[in-house]
């Protein structure tokens, strides 16, 4: 089991910044990668960044160059740091967790952090 604790949402202004945080907790060995999702009213969930074991980085093409995500080893913490929000960023935002299971993997998903991005 992996427990994933999201903070840091909130409202902001267009072309402000914001950083997310994804604490984990439990077996955190087993974990592969993490991400961040996000899910905006009447869509559906999307990938916003993953990061894996290694420190391999994916995004989506809508925030390259605008977010960065991280982890601290140290910490079990995967970050999210988003510059020149834009009012589209606005959504609920949720940390994953993709853990090995078996000789499967299984995908963790912490709370959800609302995002909202007026312009």
Not at 74 to 93: F, W
């Amino acid at each position: 089991q992996v427990q994933l604790v999201e903070s840091g949402g909130g409202l902001v202004q267009a072309g402000g910044s914001l950083r997310l945080s994804c604490a984990a907790s439990g077996s955190i060995f087993s974990i592969n990668a993490m991400g961040w999702y996000r899910q905006a009213p009447g869509k559906q969930r999307e990938l916003v960044a993953a990061i894996t074991s290694g420190g391999s980085t994916n995004y989506a093409d809508s925030v390259k160059g605008r977010f960065t995500i991280s982890r601290d080893n140290a910490k079990n913490t995967v970050y999210l740091q988003m510059n020149s929000l834009k009012p589209e960023d606005t959504a609920v935002y949720y940390c994953n967790a993709a853990a090995r299971v078996g000789a499967g993997e299984y995908d963790y998903w912490g709370q959800g952090t609302q995002v909202t991005v007026s312009s």
